[in-house]
Structures are given as structure tokens and as C-alpha cells.
């Protein structure tokens, strides 16, 4: 039993460091949204990417507003005076920089080269998924009867992939584990 242990060691180690790191973060982050939506608005960083999905949607020629939905802790995108999409909490990226940061943290390279990569992937993706919820918002205004194939297949892929990009990039080129292979 020890062998097998010490034989897959780095693995335990990388799996109980991400369990960890993203149990955490993502702890943290339900005690935000718990205590941003007390008052049943939506948090500030939903608002946010809804303000500036709505900015960038004005910058490409569409006439787009958003307001509160009166219902839910989320934001109506109207694009056009066609009510087009609402944005939730899990539009604005947060859970998926929490797995992508909690990946690079388990296969952790120096401390700086990490923490800049996290930072920097971190803005990566959000600016991707700004771009993903306007050309979803776009596609959904052009397309609405292609709504479900949009929004369950092809964004999510998108997001995902480039998470599973910025990954691989990390894995072969800065983390620990590439230069103990070296």
C-alpha cells in the first residue's frame, strides 16, 4: 500500500490540492453572492458584465439596454426592444476563473509565474466571456429558434475550451511537474 501511495504521489498531491484550493475559493465566493443578493439585486460583478456586454453591443451597432429583472437576482438584455436574454450570476465568469485558478494552483510552478498566470489567464477569461455573452446575445436576437444549441453546446464550449487551453499551455511550459520531467 505504501508503494502504490508513494507511486502516485504527485497525483494525490494534485487532486487534494485542487479539492482544496476550489472547495475554498468557491466557499468564499457563495458567501459573496449570499451576502451581494440579501437585498434580491444582482451582485456587483453580474451587473457589471451585463453593463458591459450592453457597451459592447452599443459599440457594434445594436440598440441595447439593460434593466433589473423584477423577479430574480439578474439582468434583462433587450437588444432592439426584444427582450433577448437575462444575465445570472453564471454569466459573469467567476466560477470558471475559480476552476481554471484552482487547476494552475494544484500544478503550481515558482510562485510569481503563477500568480501572474493566474492573474493574467484570469482577465483572459473574462474578456472571452464577455465576448462569448454578446455574440450569444447577437445570435440570439438573429436566431432565436437556435437558442438551446447556442447556449447548452456551442458557448459553453468556447468558455471550456479556452479554459482547457490556458491549462494545457500551463502544464507544458510553467508548472512544476515539466521541470522534474526535465
Same mark, same amino acid.
Given at each position: 500500500?505504501?508503494?502504490?501511495?508513494?507511486?502516485?504521489?504527485?497525483?494525490?498531491?494534485?487532486?487534494?490540492?485542487?479539492?482544496?484550493?476550489?472547495?475554498?475559493? #468557491? $466557499?468564499?465566493?457563495?458567501?459573496?453572492?449570499?451576502?451581494?443578493?440579501?437585498?434580491?439585486?444582482?451582485?456587483?460583478? #453580474?451587473?457589471?458584465?451585463?453593463?458591459?456586454?450592453?457597451?459592447?453591443?452599443?459599440?457594434?451597432?445594436?440598440?441595447?439596454?439593460?434593466?433589473?429583472?423584477?423577479?430574480?437576482? &439578474?439582468?434583462?438584455?433587450?437588444?432592439?426592444?426584444?427582450?433577448?436574454?437575462?444575465?445570472?450570476?453564471?454569466?459573469?465568469?467567476? &466560477?470558471?476563473?475559480?476552476?481554471?485558478?484552482?487547476?494552475?494552483?494544484?500544478?503550481?510552478?515558482?510562485?510569481?509565474?503563477?500568480?501572474?498566470?493566474?492573474?493574467?489567464?484570469?482577465?483572459?477569461?473574462?474578456?472571452?466571456?464577455?465576448?462569448?455573452?454578446?455574440?450569444?446575445?447577437?445570435?440570439?436576437?438573429?436566431?432565436?429558434?437556435?437558442?438551446?444549441?447556442?447556449?447548452?453546446?456551442?458557448?459553453?464550449?468556447?468558455?471550456?475550451?479556452?479554459?482547457?487551453?490556458?491549462?494545457? $499551455?500551463?502544464?507544458?511550459?510553467? &508548472?512544476?511537474? #515539466?521541470?522534474?520531467?526535465?
Amino acid at each position: 500500500m505504501k508503494e502504490l501511495l508513494l507511486k502516485y504521489k504527485s497525483v494525490i498531491k494534485f487532486i487534494l490540492t485542487f479539492l482544496l484550493v476550489y472547495g475554498a475559493i #468557491t $466557499f468564499a465566493y457563495k458567501f459573496y453572492l449570499d451576502y451581494a443578493n440579501a437585498d434580491g439585486d444582482p451582485d456587483y460583478l #453580474t451587473h457589471l458584465v451585463a453593463q458591459q456586454t450592453d457597451v459592447l453591443l452599443g459599440n457594434l451597432g445594436y440598440d441595447s439596454v439593460i434593466e433589473k429583472h423584477p423577479d430574480e437576482p &439578474s439582468m434583462k438584455l433587450i437588444i432592439n426592444n426584444k427582450y433577448v436574454a437575462r444575465v445570472v450570476e453564471g454569466c459573469n465568469s467567476v &466560477s470558471v476563473i475559480i476552476l481554471f485558478a484552482s487547476f494552475i494552483i494544484a500544478f503550481a510552478g515558482k510562485l510569481k509565474t503563477t500568480f501572474f498566470y493566474i492573474l493574467a489567464g484570469s482577465v483572459f477569461l473574462y474578456v472571452v466571456n464577455l465576448f462569448r455573452i454578446v455574440i450569444l446575445s447577437m445570435g440570439l436576437y438573429h436566431y432565436p429558434w437556435r437558442s438551446e444549441e447556442l447556449h447548452t453546446i456551442v458557448f459553453p464550449l468556447i468558455i471550456y475550451g479556452m479554459v482547457f487551453l490556458l491549462w494545457m $499551455f500551463w502544464v507544458n511550459r510553467f &508548472s512544476n511537474l #515539466t521541470r522534474a520531467n526535465d
